[in-house]
């Protein structure tokens, strides 16, 4: 597997598409807890790799990087993610993220914005407490946040057998014996000010049935060069609608 | 060796020591079904089969021309049948 060790993570990355293209590399962070780099690699970062080099990574303590204790909260996220630009060697790319993805893909564009040229941002919750599934996550309800995943992503836990155990004491792992907990209950939302001085363009991605699809209205009065695009479908829309959300981010990437 | 027994090793390789499998890996094993393959071990499983087989079985490039209910669908002998088509 390829691993590189970031921020003091090994960190699970992929890569898809040309390395040697002109064009601004994409990079893809998913979302937490039943997420990892999957559901962009079978999902939209094909879609995109098809015009420029694609690099799909599981975050600390998700999919095949390594567990950690702590670190969960955005800012940690953010120089992990500073972290395997650096060590993949990319100075300038393109972000995209997935929910908690999308919050640390923001927080890199607004804190290194020499770094990131345009910003994909699909279900970002603003404040985190916005999304109805943070509630079950920090209410410590597993059985509830399962019930509340699109078919495609309930498959992992099903079966009854080897698959389901597995994916049930990951998820059980990182809800009992990592601050992710206590991470997802410190952040806060990001001030207007701060979101008014955004300086990529941004394409905003929600999905109509979505308890953060408000959030989107929020985004798009505040930051100053977004656009959006709301899809049929509820918060996990990477996964849930990939092939309309890889077709949308090509789209923005190569206008 | 077969490209099946190649394969099956890959695929228990993936799932790891920890966790055996009830039944022999065949042909008509199914991915998701009969050997719960979760789909970040698919993804473990592309790169394995991309370094076993060379640069001339483009796994990774098949399997990213797919959609993932179609990628759900697969069983070890559709996975056999394009590796052999790649070779011939």
Known sequence: MPHLTANDQELHHQLLGDATSDATPCVFAHGLLVDNLSSWY????????????????????????SHAADG?????????LIALLDSLGLQQVDLAGQSWGALI???????????VRRLVLCEAPLPPSSLTEMASVINSDPQELLNMLPESLREAFS?????????????????????LIADLKAEGDIDDELL???????????????SCRP??????ELVPHASLK??????????????????????FLDG | MTTLTTVAALIQEVIGEDWDLDDEITLESSFADDLELESIEFVALAEKMQ?????????VGWLSGKELDEIIALKVGDVVEFIDACRT
């Open chain 2, 51 to 59: 370094a076993s087989f060379g640069e001339g079985v483009d796994f």
């Open chain 1, 72 to 80: 969960y909260d955005v800012g940690t996220g953010a120089r992990d």
């Open chain 1, 196 to 210: 008014a001085a955004l300086s990529q363009e941004t394409l905003l991605l929600y999905g109509d049935d979505s």
């Open chain 1, 215 to 220: 959030v989107a209205d929020r985004l798009l």
């Open chain 1, 230 to 251: 709301t899809l049929p479908g509820g918060h996990y829309l990477a996964a849930e609608r990939a092939s309309d959300v890889g077709a949308l981010i090509k789209e």
């Open chain 1, 105 to 115: 893909c923001l927080r890199v564009a607004l804190e290194h914005p020499e770094r």
């Open chain 1, 159 to 179: 079966g009854g057998k080897r698959r389901a155990l597995k994916a049930a004491s990951r998820l059980k792992r990182l809800l009992t014996e990592s601050s």
């Open chain 1, 42 to 65: 079978f999902g939209a970062a094909p879609i995109v790799a098809a015009s420029r080099l694609a690099v799909c990574y599981d975050l600390r303590g998700h999919g095949l990087s």
